[in-house]
């Protein structure tokens, strides 16, 4: 008996109703996936398709008991148990060594490596198990708001959450990358004895896997699997200017002007959310912004790009609610009375996933903000903000949200980056609140959400502009200061802020935002409360001291524009991270896995956050292989050795590697 035959390319197995799949995908890579009871589907999910299967070299046992499959420095041996027939799939790199292996099947516990349960309606629970190598390291993952880098021995939920993106994919000590192919909501346990993955629904079995002998290199494959972030426009490169929010045309005008007479470099201003006057008009209030096209105007003629907020969410009394219910174009609630976020009236979401919606929406947007010459949107409540996140409650065009829910802030990515390229514009950067496996592709410049104005969340950020850049999403960016809880006039909150602007300074994209205490209420002309405007959140709020500190970086940021356009340049050509893991640069010494506090800025500057109350002063590791300058010193200090570096509240703690430094130290004076 044979179990094994070669397709097209591809390593099949079949037994029992089960169909395994493994195609060559990619330089080093391998994609595996297994059907029951039916052909295995080519569904999009985060993989970019392949027009053809090529590169792997199969080979088949005489006995047909096993067989492998090879493809450059990977290779997957497939070997049926005998004890249930059960296949085991091992894989290991070019020298032989085992990367990752299925737990083995059959035998008197009957356990299923790749474990299908029948749901109503033919999907399945599925749950994939591996044997775990207790001393194997994960990064990547998302964005998870917690303080820990190696994710071995964590659960993680894979759904989207206010401040939490899903993407299921991590960068391996062990020397491989990992992508779980499916959208479903799900979770995933790295445990010490296996690692779990399991979806609540779904169709099929579906991940990735690449041998790499670097981060970089696992990096790159991965990028070139799911696609490479466009390259940032040259307004990325500078200073943001936020607030929740400016409520009228007149503020924002007012804060432009100010900035121009201060001589302080503005980029983006951005107009936050209800400057329209139902969710889902997707359109200027007239009450106040009377003459949006001339704000706009105005604000180039100042050499400062407008960018404004979109909200997928579509109020019952919006303009638009009728037609896009009968069209079909919303977000359909299983059961219940159809409200999916319950915030200044009763809403429900465009369908993102919904190419007739993405059309809709975009012609709206691109007749009531295009047409007036802004070109970069703020995609806000990206998950989406379901506010009970019952994701088994929800279906989407593309399916249930329980089997396809993840692709959802992806789609919303899209829907703006292929309207944006239909209308000729080159260069797109959007921000938005969310992201999955290939967002990166259409301009997405993810946020880690309303996060709290605290040092908590503030090191929190950094484990997760990490992990982002290692789950292949290298536009990244906070709220400076945090969103929650920022008293504008309190002296402790104002040190925070400058503690984290020195951390925004050296993140890919610098912006200050927040909803600062006290906020004032706002009534329209009709006598409705509005959304409330927060208090100052300019440079010039906090005081004299943060003001001189506040304008040297982003002096700072101006000066590092080439560097941080070289870094946006490397990212688009190979998916590189711009905020990188030490170990990414310094693959080969240990000490460097397990920082959560300090991370490379590109290749050259290492960057150590003051992140805790009242400090002054740090530890700061330095890698070896390489000499580092104190930037605030100018002392030379040798790398493998941690020391103690002073940080008085005008400066953080900045290191350039040896080789670059002249370069480097005159920016950042």
Known sequence: MNYFSEENGSLIFRENGETVMVTPWGTNSLRVRSAILGEIKETEAALLPKEEISGGVIHLEEDGMSAVITNGAIAAKLIVQPWGRALQITFTDADGKVLLQEIENGGA????????????????????????????KIYGMGQYQQERMNLKGCSLELAHRNSQASIPFYVSSLGYGFLWNNPAIGEVHFGLNTTQWVAE????????????????????????????????????????????????????????????????????????????????????????????????????????????????????????YEEMKQQGLLVKINAGIDVQMDFHGNNVFMDATNPRTRKYVWEKC??????????????????????????????????????VGNIYPREYARLFYEGQKLDGQEEIVNLIRCAWAGSQRYGALVWSGDIMSTYEDFRKQICAGIHMGLSGIPWWTTDIGGFHGG?????????????????????????IHGCRQPVEQIVDASGEVREGTGADNEIWSYGKEAYSILVKHIRIRERMRDYTRSLM????????????????????????YDITDAYMFGSDVLVAPICHENAYSRTVYLPKGAKWLHAGTGIWYEGGRTIVADAPLERMPLFLREGRQAYLDEMLR
């Open 201 to 320: 629904s779904t169709r099929q079995l579906d991940y990735w896997i690449t041998a790499g002998d670097t981060p970089a290199k696992i990096m790159e494959a991965y990028a070139d699997a799911t696609g490479k972030a466009p390259m940032m426009p040259e307004y990325g490169l500078g200073f943001w200017q936020c607030k929740l929010r400016y409520y009228n045309q007149e503020q924002v005008l007012d804060i432009a002007k100010e900035y121009k007479k201060r001589d302080i470099p503005l980029d983006v201003l951005v107009i936050d959310y209800y400057h329209w006057k139902r969710c889902g008009d997707w359109r200027f209030d007239e009450e106040y912004f009377p003459a949006p096209e001339k704000m706009v105007q105005k604000l180039k003629e100042l050499g400062i790009e407008t960018m404004v907020s979109i909200w997928p969410q579509v109020d019952w009394r919006s303009e638009n």
């Open 487 to 511: 008293v504008t006039e309190d002296e402790e909150f104002r040190k925070l802020l400058v503690r984290w602007f020195q951390f925004g300074t050296f993140c890919p994209v610098m912006r």
């Open 569 to 592: 340049k490397e990212a688009h050509e190979t998916g590189a991270p711009v905020i990188r893991a030490m170990f990414y640069e310094f693959p080969e010494d240990a000490s460097c």
């Open 366 to 403: 691109r007749k009531n903000y295009g047409s007036l010459g802004i070109q970069t949107f703020w995609l806000d409540e990206a998950e989406p903000e379901f506010t009970t996140y019952d994701f088994e409650n929800y279906r989407y065009f593309a399916g249930p949200v329980a089997e």
């Open 109 to 136: 516990l009957q356990l299923k490596a790749r474990q299908f349960k029948t749901l109503p309606g033919g999907s399945f629970r599925l749950k994939a198990s591996f044997i775990s190598d207790p001393k194997e």
